[in-house]
């Protein structure tokens, strides 16, 4: 590769170049020079390169120097000492005088050209080292020193501007007649031209460059910089070079090191038209902005290099200004009225496809399973408001609207709970059928209309395909878009946009949100947590908050073409700050948060109101809060910053009118084996909100078919015909009523179970077992106790030989039963290779799939879910009731692994299985060897005895045990967990639990009731509520009512309810715990009254006493 040593800085007429590889070209100023270049003068040429190390060689008329070591060495740039040279030439020259020769006829030769001829022709380059200075000249004619000169018109040479504005880059001098002159005009342009822009004025200009060829006709006109780059930066800091494409006579401006021809790097251009022997235009287009440092506005100094037909070339520059763009930052205002009647047609788009069907973490549910919880809530909320109309669109590969009618809100929610989900996802059809559907009779008038677009992830499908049947236009393009805001616009529809979990694409919803009243964009929510999905729908519900974008472009503000984000938002005189480009954030306040993932600040006001906003995009929300009250204005004030750090500042206030919070009354789900229950009021208005913390109060009850009354604090229903029904009920507090509908399941039995949804579980005076699953539930139980469940027994078998090979009755499990366990059925089977290296092989060559035999009593229909693929542990779940007493389920599968290959190795590895019933027992076994018939057997067999149980699964439930034994279990979530009377186990599982004893719960002093708290754990939040159990604790000691001592590996607590001079009437056990776990660090010198309100103060314990 050549080594570069030199930049040509001045030059005149023509110059050329030889390279090694032969190639000439013609040199310009700045153009770089190589070592072993030839330099070749013309008759009018002359020019001057300035080498690496600063020194500068001239060269002048119909001359040529090579560029070898001897004129400059790139490794070693000291000049040679040439003074005994010249010593000795002045001794060599005296002696040949005194011999009378001539001189002249002992030199050297010359370099180039004859010695003696006129003039300064054939003269060698002059070689001045900036360092070293003194220099010897050599020529083959002279005696001594220089006496040679040429002819360099220093007045002509163009010199390359330094950058400085405050040179014009081109000499003020006259050239001689002949030589070419450039008048080349400077440009303006403005980065307020840009789309994003805000202060106006044009990113493009266009001048006219005129020429004077001295005669001659032009040869050729480019356009570059110095050394071909800038010293101008990107926004993000990068180098702006240079680069001129000869094929469209266009210098691009680009990012240093990439591509320039790519026009996503390109940053501005300037283009030569209209070119002739007398003038060319230029035109400048500012493309992207450019980083205005300290205030200053930048220039881009671009050089003319022009030449004609005669040789000669001349080079001027001229200056393009950047002026830069400023943040804008208008004030705003917005108003809220809480708790003021609205009537609303709502239309809800819904997802469908089959990644619906996916499990989240929430509670184990599906996505379908959350959304349909979420929605039937959103519209509840709308009920509360007024009256409500609701149509449906559910899409997938298409898009389908079940009713072509708007229908009432229980119609609705019927369909809701029905959808199932399959498919792929289609946006184009869902929004073509969602404007079908607006148009569709049953509307209420004068309403408002809301749209709710929910989604789980990207579109993957559309309504067009190409001629190979591949998708295209996937998602909504630009023209859709325009259509479905004119839409919304045409008809006053706002439209809520809403991605569902981590898959989920805001830009493909971005299309979809907008606001046809304000005929503005709204932001697009999304919700990764889907624990928070419900929540967040009824945020938006109008009354409530309001939402908009401080950064849309516009109005109220917008960064401008330099871009930005919102630096600083100050409420309540704190100041919450962001700066996006060290990704920081400060506050000086705890009373908010900051998402360094999202850059979102969430901050609670001294109204009680939250706030959030996203400091990159300017997205917020304002929702009113629960106990703000009265009128008030809230003040934001906010600060833009845009990308080369100007910025504005401006005012945002919100008008909040709050009359009492509308109360909403949800429907409820019970599920009971009763024929007539009570239900309790407070399980009904568990899940109702609003009024402000107003008392609840049931007013009426009413069935169309079955009866129902109220009856004190509770509701009495009666079911006629032991089928279930419903009935509604009134719930009203401050002034407010509002109803809600209550259906009722009725079940056969002793085991109640619950679904995803929020239900309300209710168990008579025998012994049941009652589950809530997923969803926040209510389970009551009823007298309790214990039995014994009856003899059960399990029979497994492996027959002998290789398994996998077809024998589909390989496998066996039989169930016996007494009659007391007539209701038992299994649940779950499980067989574990884990421990052996073993695998059940279902996938591959020589592997065979579970398959049910011939001689199996259970089906496929009554299989819930098989293990699929290769596993080390085989589960087989089982539908309810299907698996009983004389069951028997056979089946055939390959299993592989160091030694278990065969139906003898289960026995000879002793591989375990597990058995689950319907009660919540299990029974666990070992296959042994089967001696009589080969293979491996295994007999596990008990009579237990079982105990009422409440299971509330996943979710925040409610678990009431009532009189008798109980177990309750919370299981995840933020449960409470009631015992009532008797002695019972609770145990609170996950999260923040509170475990409750009320008045009437203790036992007496001869037997007092003895609960046990499995896993109490103050650390995660849980507490004993005693302030029930104890009467007139505020305002005597506390010892006189509570004692607490440690009893092996437990913490035992007293009561004494009645307090000084009362009996111990109750005992609470928190199993394998210490006080000093619970006190935090050692209690050894503590005293009980010290113990005791220590954890009063934590909160572990709660009293009426403060």
């Known amino acids: 590769m050549a080594t570069e040593i030199g930049v040509v800085k001045a030059l005149i007429g023509a110059v050329t170049v030889t390279s090694t590889d032969g190639s000439v070209r013609t040199l310009q100023v700045g153009d770089v020079v190589y070592a072993n270049d030839l330099i070749s003068t013309g008759a009018e040429g002359a020019i001057e390169i300035e080498f690496a190390d600063g020194s500068v060689m001239d060269l002048g008329r119909s001359s040529q120097a090579l560029l070898d070591a001897e004129v400059f060495d790139p490794t070693n740039t000291d000049v040679e000492d040439n003074q005994q040279a010249v010593t000795d030439d002045v001794d060599a020259i005296q002696q040949a005088i005194l011999e009378g020769q001539d001189p002249t006829q002992v030199g050297q030769e010359t370099a180039a050209g004859a010695g003696t001829a006129n003039g300064n022709e054939g003269h060698d380059a002059v070689f001045i080292d900036y360092l070293n200075p003194e220099q010897i000249p050599e020529a083959g004619f002279d005696t001594i020193g220089v006496s040679n000169t040429f002819d360099f018109p220093e007045a002509d040479l163009l010199f390359v501007d330094n950058g400085d504005p405050e040179q014009s880059g081109i000499p003020p001098v006259t050239p001689p007649s002949g030589d070419i002159v450039i008048e080349a005009p400077s440009s303006l342009v403005s980065e307020g031209g840009l789309p994003e822009g805000q202060s106006g004025g044009s990113a493009s200009s266009t001048q006219t460059i005129s020429l004077d060829l001295g005669g001659s006709d032009l040869s050729s006109i480019s356009l570059s910089t110095s050394g071909n780059t800038t010293t101008l930066l990107t926004l993000d800091g990068q180098a702006i070079d240079t680069a001129w494409d000869s094929s469209t006579g266009t210098l691009i401006g680009y990012i240093s090191g990439t591509d320039s021809s790519d026009a996503s790097n390109q940053i501005f251009t300037v283009t030569l038209s209209d070119i002739s022997n007398n003038q060319a235009s230029y035109t400048v287009e500012l493309l992207k902005p450019i980083r205005d440092v300290d205030g200053v506005t930048e220039n881009i100094n671009i050089n003319v290099n022009v030449s004609n037909n005669a040789g000669e070339s001349s080079s001027a520059s001229f200056d393009v200004t950047v002026q830069d763009d400023n943040p804008v930052a208008n004030p705003a205002q917005e108003s809220i009225s809480v708790g003021q009647a609205v009537n609303t047609n709502l239309l809800l788009v819904l997802d469908v496809s089959n990644s619906m069907n996916e499990t989240t973490d929430f509670q184990g549910m599906t996505k379908l399973e959350v959304m349909i919880k979420s929605s039937l809530n959103l519209i509840e909320q709308y009920e509360a408001l007024g009256d409500v109309m609701v149509n449906l669109v559910t899409f997938n590969n298409g898009a389908e609207n079940p009713t072509n009618i708007w229908v009432d809100t229980a119609t609705a929610k019927d369909i809701i709970n029905s959808l199932s989900a399959s498919g792929e996802t289609n946006y184009d059809a869902a929004l073509a059928e969602a404007v079908d559907a607006f148009k569709d009779p049953g509307k209420i008038d004068g309403a408002q209309n809301i749209a709710y677009f929910m989604s789980d992830g990207a579109p993957n499908e559309s309504n067009q395909t190409d001629a190979d049947g591949n998708y295209i236009g996937v998602g909504i393009d630009s023209s859709e878009q325009q259509a479905w805001e004119q839409f919304l616009a045409d008809n006053d529809v706002t ?560 009561l004494t309810p009645d307090g000084d001079g009362g009996e111990m009437t109750q005992t609470i056990t928190l199993q394998n715990t210490s006080i000093d776990q619970l006190i935090g660090s050692d209690a050894s010198g503590m005293s009980n009254a010290d113990i005791i309100n220590s954890l009063i103060t934590s909160g572990q314990i709660q009293v009426d006493q403060s």
């Open 495 to 1054: 439209s809520y946009a809403l991605g569902m979990g981590a898959d989920a694409v805001a830009n493909e919803l971005a299309p979809i949100a907008y606001d046809g009243v304000k005929e503005a964009d709204v932001p697009v929510i999304t919700v990764t947590d889907f624990s928070q999905l419900a929540d967040t729908l009824v945020k938006t519900v109008t009354g409530n908050s309001v939402s908009g974008d401080l950064l849309d472009g516009g109005f109220p503000s917008s960064a401008g073409a330099d871009g930005g984000w919102i630096s600083q938002i100050s409420i309540d005189g704190v100041d919450y700050t962001f700066n996006q480009q060290t990704n920081t954030a400060s506050a000086s306040s705890a009373i908010a948060s900051f998402d360094a993932s999202t850059h979102v600040w969430t901050i609670t006001t001294t109204n009680g109101s939250i706030f959030t906003v996203d400091m990159d995009s300017g997205e917020y929300t304002y929702n009113v809060g629960d106990s703000a009250s009265g009128t008030f204005t809230e003040e934001i004030t906010y600060t833009v910053t845009d990308g080369d750090g100007d910025t504005a500042s401006n005012t945002f206030t919100v008008d909040v009118d709050v009359d009492l919070s509308t109360l909403v009354v949800s429907d409820d789900l019970v599920i009971t084996n009763q024929d007539s229950v009570d239900i309790p009021d407070w399980a009904l208005f568990a899940n109702d909100s609003g009024a402000d913390g107003e008392t609840y109060t049931l007013t009426d009850a009413t069935s169309a078919t079955d009866t129902a009354s109220v009856n004190g604090n509770s509701v009495t229903f009666n079911d006629t015909d032991s089928n279930g029904g419903s009935f509604s009920y009134q719930n009203q507090a401050g002034g407010q009523t509002d109803s809600a509908n209550v259906s009722v399941t009725h079940v056969n039995g002793s085991i109640l179970e619950g679904s995803f949804r929020d239900e309300i579980l209710i168990g008579g005076n025998d012994v049941d077992f009652i589950s809530g699953g997923a969803g926040n539930d209510v389970l009551i139980g009823g007298i309790g106790g214990s039995y014994e469940a009856g003899y059960r027994k399990v029979t497994a078998n492996v027959a002998s030989g290789q398994t996998g090979t077809g024998n589909d009755n390989q496998f066996s499990f039989a169930l016996a039963a007494s009659v007391a366990a007539a209701a038992l059925y299994v649940t779950e089977i499980r067989i574990s290779l884990a421990d052996f290296g073993g695998i059940f092989d279902q996938i591959g060559p020589d592997s065979y799939a579970f398959t049910l035999g011939d001689g199996s009593t259970i089906s496929s229909d009554d299989i819930q879910m098989v293990t699929d693929g290769d596993t080390n542990e085989l589960v087989i779940q089982f539908k309810p009731g299907t698996f009983t007493h004389e069951d028997t389920l056979t089946f055939g599968i390959d299993t592989d692994g160091r030694g278990m290959t065969t139906g003898d190795d289960f026995g000879r590895q002793e591989v375990p299985f597990t058995v689950s019933f319907n009660d919540g027992t299990s029974l666990d076994g070992t296959y042994e060897p089967d001696t009589t018939n080969g293979g491996s057997s295994g007999t596990v067999h008990d009579n237990p005895t079982v105990t009422e149980t409440l299971d509330g699964g996943a979710g925040d439930d409610i678990l009431v045990g009532g009189d008798g034994e109980h177990i309750l279990l919370g299981g995840e979530g933020n449960d409470t967990l009631v015992g009532g009377g008797g002695n019972d186990i609770l145990t609170g599982g996950e999260g923040a639990d509170l475990f409750v004893w009320h008045n009437g719960d203790q036992g007496t002093a001869a037997t007092p009731a003895n609960d046990i708290v499995t896993d109490f754990n103050g650390t995660e939040g849980d507490s004993l509520d005693l302030s029930d159990i104890l009467q007139g604790e505020e305002s005597n000691d506390i010892t006189d009512y509570i004692s607490v001592a440690e009893q092996g590996n437990n913490v035992v607590l007293s």
